[in-house]
Protein backbone atom coordinates (compact mmCIF):
# COMPACT_ATOMS: atom_id res chain seq x y z
CA UNK A 1 0.00 0.00 0.00
CA UNK A 2 1.25 3.45 -0.89
CA UNK A 3 2.16 6.02 1.71
CA UNK A 4 1.64 10.02 2.38
CA UNK A 5 4.94 11.59 0.45
CA UNK A 6 4.76 13.97 3.27
CA UNK A 7 3.84 12.22 6.55
CA UNK A 8 4.38 8.59 5.85
CA UNK A 9 0.83 7.37 6.74
CA UNK A 10 -0.30 4.89 4.74
CA UNK A 11 -3.88 4.87 3.56
CA UNK A 12 -5.93 3.72 0.76
CA UNK A 13 -7.45 6.77 0.40
CA UNK A 14 -4.83 9.05 -0.84
CA UNK A 15 -4.78 10.99 -3.80
CA UNK A 16 -2.45 11.75 -6.35
CA UNK A 17 -0.61 15.12 -7.12
CA UNK A 18 -2.66 16.41 -9.61
CA UNK A 19 -0.29 18.06 -12.01
CA UNK A 20 2.80 14.72 -11.93
CA UNK A 21 0.58 12.08 -10.33
CA UNK A 22 4.38 11.26 -9.33
CA UNK A 23 3.50 11.02 -5.24
CA UNK A 24 0.48 10.93 -3.26
CA UNK A 25 -0.86 12.64 -0.32
CA UNK A 26 -3.44 12.23 2.67
CA UNK A 27 -5.13 15.78 2.24
CA UNK A 28 -4.19 19.15 1.02
CA UNK A 29 -2.66 20.27 4.48
CA UNK A 30 0.11 17.15 3.44
CA UNK A 31 0.51 18.64 0.10
CA UNK A 32 1.61 22.20 0.71
CA UNK A 33 3.44 21.09 3.68
CA UNK A 34 5.52 18.87 0.74
CA UNK A 35 5.29 21.31 -1.65
CA UNK A 36 8.97 22.56 -1.62
CA UNK A 37 10.42 19.39 -1.69
CA UNK A 38 8.73 18.26 -4.50
CA UNK A 39 8.02 21.54 -6.52
CA UNK A 40 11.12 21.09 -8.88
CA UNK A 41 10.78 17.23 -9.92
CA UNK A 42 6.44 18.01 -10.04
CA UNK A 43 7.21 20.86 -12.71
CA UNK A 44 9.28 18.33 -14.92
CA UNK A 45 7.30 15.16 -14.77
CA UNK A 46 4.10 17.87 -15.46
CA UNK A 47 6.21 19.06 -18.36
CA UNK A 48 6.89 15.78 -19.65
CA UNK A 49 3.25 14.54 -19.10
CA UNK A 50 2.30 17.64 -21.08
CA UNK A 51 4.77 17.37 -24.21
CA UNK A 52 3.31 13.97 -24.48
CA UNK A 53 -0.06 15.55 -25.36
CA UNK A 54 1.80 18.52 -27.68
CA UNK A 55 3.65 16.08 -29.45
CA UNK A 56 0.57 13.00 -29.72
CA UNK A 57 -0.22 12.63 -33.21
CA UNK A 58 -2.80 14.74 -35.02
CA UNK A 59 -6.83 14.34 -35.14
CA UNK A 60 -7.91 13.73 -38.64
CA UNK A 61 -8.83 16.42 -40.99
CA UNK A 62 -12.34 17.66 -40.88
CA UNK A 63 -13.84 16.38 -44.39
CA UNK A 64 -15.98 19.03 -47.01
CA UNK A 65 -19.25 18.00 -47.08
CA UNK A 66 -19.64 18.36 -50.58
CA UNK A 67 -17.09 16.70 -51.67
CA UNK A 68 -15.83 14.65 -48.63
CA UNK A 69 -12.50 15.59 -49.35
CA UNK A 70 -9.94 16.35 -46.03
CA UNK A 71 -11.09 20.49 -45.93
CA UNK A 72 -7.65 22.55 -46.71
CA UNK A 73 -6.50 25.14 -44.76
CA UNK A 74 -8.47 28.35 -43.91
CA UNK A 75 -7.81 30.75 -46.61
CA UNK A 76 -9.42 27.33 -48.77
CA UNK A 77 -12.58 26.98 -47.40
CA UNK A 78 -15.62 29.25 -47.18
CA UNK A 79 -17.65 29.73 -43.96
CA UNK A 80 -21.47 29.42 -45.32
CA UNK A 81 -23.44 32.33 -43.34
CA UNK A 82 -26.84 30.07 -43.78
CA UNK A 83 -26.28 26.99 -42.80
CA UNK A 84 -22.96 27.23 -40.64
CA UNK A 85 -21.04 24.58 -42.62
CA UNK A 86 -17.16 24.52 -43.57
CA UNK A 87 -16.87 23.45 -47.35
CA UNK A 88 -13.54 23.84 -49.56
CA UNK A 89 -13.87 26.34 -52.02
CA UNK A 90 -13.99 24.16 -54.88
CA UNK A 91 -17.08 23.37 -54.20
CA UNK A 92 -18.10 26.75 -53.11
CA UNK A 93 -16.58 28.54 -56.69
CA UNK A 94 -17.73 25.60 -58.84
CA UNK A 95 -21.58 24.13 -58.02
CA UNK A 96 -22.71 27.41 -57.95
CA UNK A 97 -22.70 30.83 -56.53
CA UNK A 98 -26.63 31.50 -56.15
CA UNK A 99 -27.29 29.34 -53.69
CA UNK A 100 -24.95 27.53 -50.48
CA UNK A 101 -24.44 24.11 -52.50
CA UNK A 102 -24.96 22.35 -48.69
CA UNK A 103 -28.80 23.76 -47.99
CA UNK A 104 -29.96 25.84 -51.07
CA UNK A 105 -30.04 28.54 -49.23
CA UNK A 106 -29.67 31.53 -51.31
CA UNK A 107 -26.48 33.42 -51.31
CA UNK A 108 -26.73 36.66 -49.26
CA UNK A 109 -26.84 39.68 -51.53
CA UNK A 110 -24.35 42.21 -49.72
CA UNK A 111 -21.96 42.15 -47.10
CA UNK A 112 -24.21 43.62 -44.88
CA UNK A 113 -26.63 40.72 -45.64
CA UNK A 114 -23.65 38.15 -44.32
CA UNK A 115 -23.34 40.12 -41.36
CA UNK A 116 -26.44 40.30 -40.14
CA UNK A 117 -26.91 36.50 -40.71
CA UNK A 118 -23.45 36.31 -38.79
CA UNK A 119 -25.17 37.66 -35.92
CA UNK A 120 -28.30 35.38 -36.03
CA UNK A 121 -25.93 32.70 -35.86
CA UNK A 122 -24.07 33.51 -32.99
CA UNK A 123 -27.54 34.65 -31.34
CA UNK A 124 -29.59 31.48 -32.11
CA UNK A 125 -26.81 28.69 -32.62
CA UNK A 126 -23.94 30.47 -30.32
CA UNK A 127 -22.27 29.24 -33.66
CA UNK A 128 -18.13 29.53 -32.45
CA UNK A 129 -17.18 29.28 -36.61
CA UNK A 130 -19.32 32.69 -37.08
CA UNK A 131 -17.74 34.26 -34.02
CA UNK A 132 -14.58 33.25 -35.40
CA UNK A 133 -15.45 34.71 -38.85
CA UNK A 134 -16.96 37.93 -37.39
CA UNK A 135 -13.70 38.61 -35.53
CA UNK A 136 -11.85 38.22 -38.42
CA UNK A 137 -13.54 41.04 -40.12
CA UNK A 138 -12.83 42.96 -37.02
CA UNK A 139 -9.73 42.11 -37.45
CA UNK A 140 -8.69 42.96 -40.37
CA UNK A 141 -11.54 45.58 -40.60
CA UNK A 142 -13.52 43.77 -44.03
CA UNK A 143 -16.64 43.35 -45.17
CA UNK A 144 -17.61 46.88 -44.24
CA UNK A 145 -16.25 46.76 -40.44
CA UNK A 146 -14.45 48.85 -38.86
CA UNK A 147 -10.36 47.38 -37.41
CA UNK A 148 -11.59 46.89 -33.56
CA UNK A 149 -8.72 44.57 -32.37
CA UNK A 150 -10.96 44.41 -28.65
CA UNK A 151 -14.37 43.62 -30.47
CA UNK A 152 -11.72 40.66 -32.42
CA UNK A 153 -10.47 39.46 -29.30
CA UNK A 154 -14.09 39.25 -27.55
CA UNK A 155 -15.19 37.28 -30.48
CA UNK A 156 -12.21 35.18 -30.61
CA UNK A 157 -12.90 34.70 -26.41
CA UNK A 158 -16.64 33.10 -26.67
CA UNK A 159 -15.19 30.82 -29.91
CA UNK A 160 -12.31 30.02 -27.98
CA UNK A 161 -14.46 28.77 -24.66
CA UNK A 162 -16.67 26.73 -27.36
CA UNK A 163 -13.68 24.39 -28.27
CA UNK A 164 -13.05 26.29 -31.65
CA UNK A 165 -9.10 25.71 -32.57
CA UNK A 166 -9.38 28.42 -34.83
CA UNK A 167 -10.32 30.62 -32.09
CA UNK A 168 -7.00 30.17 -30.03
CA UNK A 169 -4.92 30.67 -32.86
CA UNK A 170 -6.33 33.76 -33.55
CA UNK A 171 -5.61 34.38 -29.70
CA UNK A 172 -2.07 33.91 -29.93
CA UNK A 173 -1.78 35.77 -32.97
CA UNK A 174 -3.31 38.76 -30.83
CA UNK A 175 -1.23 38.26 -27.62
CA UNK A 176 1.98 37.76 -30.25
CA UNK A 177 1.37 41.30 -31.83
CA UNK A 178 0.02 43.22 -28.93
CA UNK A 179 -3.32 43.20 -30.84
CA UNK A 180 -6.60 44.47 -28.53
CA UNK A 181 -4.32 43.62 -25.42
CA UNK A 182 -1.30 43.52 -23.78
CA UNK A 183 1.14 41.95 -25.86
CA UNK A 184 2.06 38.49 -24.02
CA UNK A 185 4.40 35.66 -25.20
CA UNK A 186 3.43 33.29 -22.76
CA UNK A 187 -0.39 33.32 -23.30
CA UNK A 188 0.12 33.56 -27.43
CA UNK A 189 2.25 30.35 -26.86
CA UNK A 190 -0.45 28.79 -24.62
CA UNK A 191 -3.05 29.47 -26.88
CA UNK A 192 -0.90 27.97 -30.55
CA UNK A 193 -0.38 24.87 -28.17
CA UNK A 194 -4.19 24.17 -26.99
CA UNK A 195 -4.80 25.43 -30.97
CA UNK A 196 -1.80 23.09 -32.31
CA UNK A 197 -3.06 19.79 -29.89
CA UNK A 198 -6.07 20.63 -31.34
CA UNK A 199 -5.16 19.71 -34.88
CA UNK A 200 -4.44 23.32 -36.08
CA UNK A 201 -1.58 23.73 -38.59
CA UNK A 202 -1.02 27.61 -38.36
CA UNK A 203 -0.53 27.50 -34.44
CA UNK A 204 1.93 24.33 -34.47
CA UNK A 205 4.20 26.25 -37.23
CA UNK A 206 3.97 29.17 -35.13
CA UNK A 207 5.20 27.10 -32.36
CA UNK A 208 7.76 26.05 -33.99
CA UNK A 209 9.22 29.58 -35.38
CA UNK A 210 9.18 30.53 -31.53
CA UNK A 211 11.29 27.68 -30.12
CA UNK A 212 13.93 28.04 -33.15
CA UNK A 213 14.31 31.71 -32.21
CA UNK A 214 14.63 30.59 -28.37
CA UNK A 215 17.42 28.21 -29.61
CA UNK A 216 15.56 25.15 -28.72
CA UNK A 217 15.98 23.51 -31.96
CA UNK A 218 14.78 19.90 -30.89
CA UNK A 219 11.86 21.02 -29.76
CA UNK A 220 11.21 22.99 -33.23
CA UNK A 221 11.84 20.60 -35.44
CA UNK A 222 9.67 18.51 -33.97
CA UNK A 223 6.77 21.00 -33.98
CA UNK A 224 7.63 21.76 -37.76
CA UNK A 225 7.71 17.97 -38.80
CA UNK A 226 4.40 17.16 -37.03
CA UNK A 227 2.77 20.60 -38.75
CA UNK A 228 5.04 19.91 -42.48
CA UNK A 229 3.72 16.27 -42.41
CA UNK A 230 0.12 17.60 -42.60
CA UNK A 231 0.45 19.41 -45.75
CA UNK A 232 2.30 23.02 -44.20
CA UNK A 233 3.99 24.01 -46.89
CA UNK A 234 6.23 26.96 -44.98
CA UNK A 235 6.62 24.29 -41.91
CA UNK A 236 8.41 21.99 -45.10
CA UNK A 237 10.63 24.30 -46.27
CA UNK A 238 11.55 25.16 -42.38
CA UNK A 239 12.47 21.81 -41.87
CA UNK A 240 14.05 21.64 -45.31
CA UNK A 241 16.67 24.22 -43.97
CA UNK A 242 16.53 22.00 -40.60
CA UNK A 243 17.70 18.80 -42.46
CA UNK A 244 20.46 21.43 -44.60
CA UNK A 245 21.70 22.72 -41.00
CA UNK A 246 21.75 19.24 -39.55
CA UNK A 247 18.82 19.40 -37.18
CA UNK A 248 16.73 16.90 -38.77
CA UNK A 249 18.25 13.53 -39.33
CA UNK A 250 17.98 12.26 -43.66
CA UNK A 251 15.82 9.46 -42.28
CA UNK A 252 13.20 11.87 -40.47
CA UNK A 253 13.27 14.48 -43.34
CA UNK A 254 12.29 11.73 -46.00
CA UNK A 255 9.15 10.39 -43.72
CA UNK A 256 8.11 14.06 -43.37
CA UNK A 257 8.50 14.88 -47.19
CA UNK A 258 6.64 11.67 -48.09
CA UNK A 259 3.95 12.41 -45.10
CA UNK A 260 3.98 15.77 -46.99
CA UNK A 261 2.84 14.89 -50.61
CA UNK A 262 0.43 12.41 -49.42
CA UNK A 263 -1.38 14.93 -47.11
CA UNK A 264 -1.49 17.08 -50.18
CA UNK A 265 -2.78 14.50 -52.41
CA UNK A 266 -5.46 13.94 -49.73
CA UNK A 267 -6.70 17.21 -50.03
CA UNK A 268 -6.12 17.79 -53.84
CA UNK A 269 -9.47 17.95 -56.46
CA UNK A 270 -9.69 19.31 -60.00
CA UNK A 271 -12.08 21.98 -58.36
CA UNK A 272 -9.76 22.77 -56.12
CA UNK A 273 -7.21 23.54 -58.41
CA UNK A 274 -8.92 25.38 -60.55
CA UNK A 275 -10.19 27.91 -57.74
CA UNK A 276 -6.69 28.44 -56.39
CA UNK A 277 -5.50 29.16 -59.98
CA UNK A 278 -8.27 31.22 -61.04
CA UNK A 279 -7.13 33.67 -57.64
CA UNK A 280 -3.76 33.32 -58.18
CA UNK A 281 -3.83 35.04 -61.43
CA UNK A 282 -6.54 37.23 -60.18
CA UNK A 283 -4.59 38.33 -57.73
CA UNK A 284 -1.58 38.84 -60.09
CA UNK A 285 -3.64 41.20 -62.16
CA UNK A 286 -4.98 43.39 -59.36
CA UNK A 287 -1.01 43.62 -58.38
CA UNK A 288 -0.15 44.57 -62.28
CA UNK A 289 -3.14 47.18 -62.69
CA UNK A 290 -2.08 48.52 -59.25
Known amino acids: MESCAACGKTDAGLKACAACKLVKYCNANCQIAHRSKHKKACRKKARELFDLKLFAHLPAREDCPICMLPLPFGIECTYMSCCGKQICNGCA???????????????????????????????????????VNLGVFYKMGMNGLPIDHSKAAELFQRASELGSAEAHCNIGNLYHFGE???????????????????????????????????????RA??????????????????VKEGFIMGRVTKTDFEITLRAHKASQDEMKSDHRDIVRRFKSEHDLCTTTNT
Open 180 to 218: GVKRDIKNAVKHWEIAAMMGNERSRHNLGVIEENDGNFD
Open 93 to 131: FHLTQAVCPYCNAPQPRDTEEMIKRLLERIEKFNDANAM
Open 221 to 238: MKHLMISAKCGHDSSLQA
